[in-house]
């Protein structure tokens, strides 16, 4: 049994519906944000946004992906170049688990660099 001259605009609502669901319960499962830095709130941000934004923006830290290496090898060269201080072995652990977890390496929203073949002929 149809509605008539409505069974398209509840054709219509159903498919938003459908498609604005996932959406909605996808967000749920967001991590909150801090409003002022950009960073993911949690176990350790604290500690990241007081030793990392002291050199540079939060913004640096969230455009970055990597598992725990990638993370000290980072810390690492900004020490031996840049003039980052040494850590405590707490500080430092703290500050590796939490980019670990809320930074891991796949979820980038940095395109790949392109290979050679992809780049633009002279």
Same mark, same amino acid.
């Given at each position: %049994?149809?509605?008539?001259?409505?069974? *398209?605009?509840l054709?219509? $609502?159903?498919?938003t519906?459908?498609?604005?669901?996932p /959406? /909605?319960s996808?967000?749920? !499962?967001?991590?909150?944000?801090d409003p002022d =830095?950009g960073? $993911?709130?949690? &176990? *350790?941000?604290? #500690? $990241?946004?007081?030793? @990392?934004?002291? @050199?540079h923006s939060?913004?640096? /830290? #969230?455009?970055?992906?990597?598992?725990?290496? #990638?993370?000290?090898?980072m /810390? +690492?060269? %900004?020490?031996?170049?840049?003039g980052?201080?040494?850590?405590?072995?707490? #500080?430092?652990?703290?500050?590796? =688990?939490y980019?670990? $977890?809320?930074?891991?390496?796949?979820? =980038?929203?940095r395109r +790949?660099?392109l !290979?050679?073949? &992809?780049?633009?002929?002279d």
């Amino acid at each position: %049994m149809g509605l008539g001259n409505n069974d *398209g605009l509840l054709a219509r $609502v159903l498919a938003t519906v459908f498609l604005v669901s996932p /959406i /909605i319960s996808s967000s749920a !499962s967001f991590a909150e944000i801090d409003p002022d =830095s950009g960073l $993911v709130v949690a &176990e *350790g941000w604290e #500690t $990241v946004r007081a030793n @990392c934004t002291a @050199c540079h923006s939060a913004k640096f /830290i #969230t455009l970055q992906r990597g598992d725990r290496d #990638t993370w000290e090898s980072m /810390i +690492r060269w %900004m020490q031996n170049t840049q003039g980052l201080w040494l850590f405590d072995e707490q #500080t430092e652990d703290t500050i590796l =688990s939490y980019l670990a $977890v809320n930074y891991p390496p796949g979820k =980038s929203s940095r395109r +790949r660099n392109l !290979s050679p073949a &992809e780049l633009p002929k002279d």
